[in-house]
C-alpha cells in the first residue's frame, strides 16, 4: 500500500479549488503559484515513476467488490508522465495568452484540476475507478471549452457534454455487465474475463463490449461520436485545444485499453465481428477526419479534424491485436500528444499575435512569425511521417504491425488508408507552411512587421517540437518500454 499514489492526485485538485477564495488578483502571484503547482505535481508523478511500479493503494471500499483503487503499471506511468508534462508546456504558454481572453482565476481553476483527474484516470486501478474520475475530467474540462462565454463556445460546450455523458453511460452499462463475468474487479494484464461465466450470452456480452469501447472511444473522437471534437476546439483557449487534443483524447484511448487489454482480453476479441467492426471505424474516422481537415478552411477547426483522424491511427493499432500494433500505437500516441500540442499552440500565437483565424489569412505568416511557424513545419513534417521525426517512426509500426496480424483484408486496407491519410495530412498541413514561407511575389515585403510571440509562449512550442522530432530519432528506450507492456497483455 502506497499512499503516495493519492497525492499528485488530490494536490491539483485542492490547489485549482484554492485558487478563488485565495484571491490571487495579482497576475504574478496567481502565475507563480499555478507554475509550483504543476510543476510540483509533474516532479512527483515522475518520482513514482521511476520508484513505485507496482505500488497500490485502496483509498475506499464502496461494498465487498467495489472499491476506489489505484495502482502504478506500465500505462499508468506512460499516460501520466505524458500528460503532466503537456500540462506544465501548456500552462506556462497560457500565461501570456490568457491575458486576452480573460476570466484568469476560472481558467487556472479548472485548467488546474483538471490535471488531478487525468492522474485518477492514469492510475486507475480498477473500472469503476476510471470511470468515476473519467466523469470528473469531463465536467472540470466542460468550462475550459465554453470560457469565452460567446454563443458558439456555449453551444459547443452543450455539445461537448451531451456526448461525453452518452458515451460514457455506455460504458457504464459496459461496467454493469462485465463485472458480473470477469474473476475479479481489477485490471489485470490479459482480462479477467471467465468465458465459461458467459455461457449462451457471448452475442450479448460481445455487443456490450464494443458498446463499452464506443463509448469510450468518443473522447478519442471516434466515429459516430467524434462531433464535439471540431466543434469544441475552435472556441476553446489554445491552452485547452493543446491539452484537449494532446491529453484528453489519450484518456479515452486508455479507457479503451484497459477494457480491451486488462478486463476482456484480445484472445475473446480476435477474429470476432467485433474487431472488424472496430478495425472499420476506426480506418474510417481516419479517412473522413483527413478529408475534413482538407477541406476546412478555419485554422484551428482544420486541425481539430485533423486530431480526429490521427487518434484513429492509434486506435486502429490497438484493433489489430497485434503486439507490433499495439506498440506502433503507444508510439503514435506519445507522438501525436507532442506534435498536437505544438500545432494548436502554434495557431493560438498566430491568432493572439495576429487575430487571423483562416488558412487563407495565414500567407507570409512564416516571414512575420519564424519561429512560430518553423516549429508549426517541424510538427506538420511529423505528424505527416516524415522519417526521422516521431510520426514516421509509429506509422511503420502502424503498417507493420497490420501486415503482421490476422485481420483478412485489413491487413492491406489499413495501411493502404494511411498512406492516402499521410498524403492528405501533407496536403491541409504543407499547404499552410507553403504559404506562410513563400507568399509570392505580391506579398509587402516592405512593409512586412516581425510579430513574434513572446518567450513565454515560443519557449513551450520549441521544446515540444524538439521531442516531436527526437522521439522518432531517439526512439528505442520508448519502442522497449512498450514491448514490455505488450508482453504483459498478449
Known amino acids: 500500500m502506497n499512499i503516495m499514489l493519492i497525492l499528485p492526485i488530490l494536490l491539483p485538485i485542492i490547489a485549482g479549488v484554492l485558487i478563488q477564495p485565495l484571491k490571487l488578483h495579482d497576475r504574478k502571484k496567481r502565475e507563480t503559484y499555478v507554475s509550483a503547482v504543476i510543476l510540483i505535481n509533474f516532479a512527483i508523478v515522475v518520482f513514482l515513476a521511476l520508484t513505485a511500479g507496482g505500488s497500490e493503494f485502496t483509498l475506499l471500499h464502496l461494498n465487498r467488490v467495489v472499491d476506489i483503487s489505484f495502482k502504478i503499471d506500465g500505462m499508468s506511468q506512460l499516460f501520466t508522465v505524458l500528460a503532466s508534462f503537456l500540462w506544465v508546456t501548456a500552462g506556462f504558454y497560457s500565461f501570456e495568452y490568457i491575458k486576452h481572453e480573460g476570466m484568469d482565476e476560472r481558467f487556472y481553476t479548472f485548467f488546474v484540476v483538471t490535471i488531478g483527474a487525468l492522474i485518477g484516470i492514469g492510475y486507475a486501478a480498477n473500472l469503476q475507478t476510471l470511470y468515476l474520475f473519467y466523469?470528473?475530467?469531463t465536467l472540470v474540462t466542460f468550462p475550459l471549452?465554453?470560457?469565452?462565454q460567446t454563443k458558439e463556445s456555449v453551444q459547443a460546450g452543450k455539445k461537448y457534454l451531451a456526448y461525453s455523458f452518452f458515451g460514457a453511460n455506455l460504458a457504464l452499462a459496459g461496467f454493469f455487465f462485465l463485472y458480473q463475468y470477469c474473476d475479479v474487479t481489477h485490471f489485470v494484464p490479459g482480462g479477467s474475463l471467465n468465458v465459461a461465466k458467459i455461457g449462451s450470452n457471448s452475442t450479448l456480452a460481445q455487443i456490450v463490449i464494443l458498446l463499452t469501447i464506443m463509448g469510450f472511444g468518443c473522447k478519442a473522437g471516434m466515429f459516430p461520436l467524434h462531433a464535439w471534437l471540431p466543434s469544441g476546439h475552435p472556441v476553446a483557449p489554445a491552452p485547452a485545444s493543446a491539452v484537449l487534443s494532446g491529453v484528453i483524447t489519450k484518456a479515452g484511448v486508455l479507457a479503451i485499453i484497459r477494457v480491451m487489454y486488462y478486463m476482456v482480453g484480445v484472445d475473446y476479441l480476435r477474429g470476432t465481428w467485433v474487431q472488424y467492426v472496430l478495425l472499420s471505424l476506426t480506418l474510417f474516422t481516419v479517412f473522413m477526419g483527413s478529408m475534413l481537415a482538407y477541406k476546412e478552411k478555419l485554422f484551428k477547426k482544420r486541425l481539430a479534424y485533423s486530431s480526429v483522424s490521427q487518434v484513429s491511427y492509434v486506435l486502429f493499432g490497438l484493433m489489430t491485436m497485434n503486439p507490433i500494433g499495439f506498440i506502433g500505437a503507444l508510439l503514435h500516441m506519445v507522438a501525436h500528444a507532442l506534435i498536437k500540442n505544438v500545432l494548436f499552440l502554434s495557431a493560438g500565437s498566430v491568432i493572439y499575435m495576429t487575430h487571423k483565424t483562416y488558412v487563407t489569412q495565414l500567407k507570409g505568416i512564416g516571414k512575420e512569425m519564424p519561429i512560430t511557424m518553423w516549429c508549426f513545419t517541424l510538427a506538420s513534417i511529423a505528424l505527416v511521417g516524415i522519417p526521422p521525426t516521431s510520426g514516421f517512426e509509429s506509422k511503420w509500426y502502424l503498417a507493420t504491425?497490420?501486415?503482421?496480424?490476422?485481420?483478412?483484408?485489413?491487413?492491406?486496407?489499413?495501411?493502404?488508408?494511411?498512406?492516402?491519410?499521410?498524403?492528405l495530412t501533407a496536403g491541409y498541413l504543407l499547404s499552410i507552411m507553403s504559404k506562410a514561407f513563400f507568399p509570392g511575389e505580391d506579398y509587402p515585403y516592405d512593409t512586412m512587421k516581425k510579430t513574434e510571440?513572446?518567450?513565454?509562449?515560443?519557449?513551450?512550442?520549441?521544446?515540444?517540437?524538439?521531442?516531436?522530432?527526437?522521439?522518432?530519432?531517439?526512439?528505442?528506450p520508448l519502442i522497449s518500454f512498450f514491448t514490455s507492456i505488450a508482453?504483459?497483455?498478449m
Open 453 to 476: 510571440a513572446p518567450p513565454v509562449m515560443t519557449v513551450p512550442m520549441i521544446i515540444l517540437t524538439v521531442l516531436a522530432v527526437g522521439v522518432g530519432m531517439f526512439a528505442t
Open 487 to 489: 508482453s504483459l497483455i
Open 135 to 137: 466523469e470528473m475530467m
Open 145 to 148: 471549452v465554453m470560457h469565452s
Open 401 to 423: 504491425g497490420a501486415l503482421a496480424a490476422d485481420i483478412g483484408i485489413f491487413k492491406y486496407l489499413g495501411p493502404a488508408t494511411l498512406l492516402v491519410s499521410a498524403f
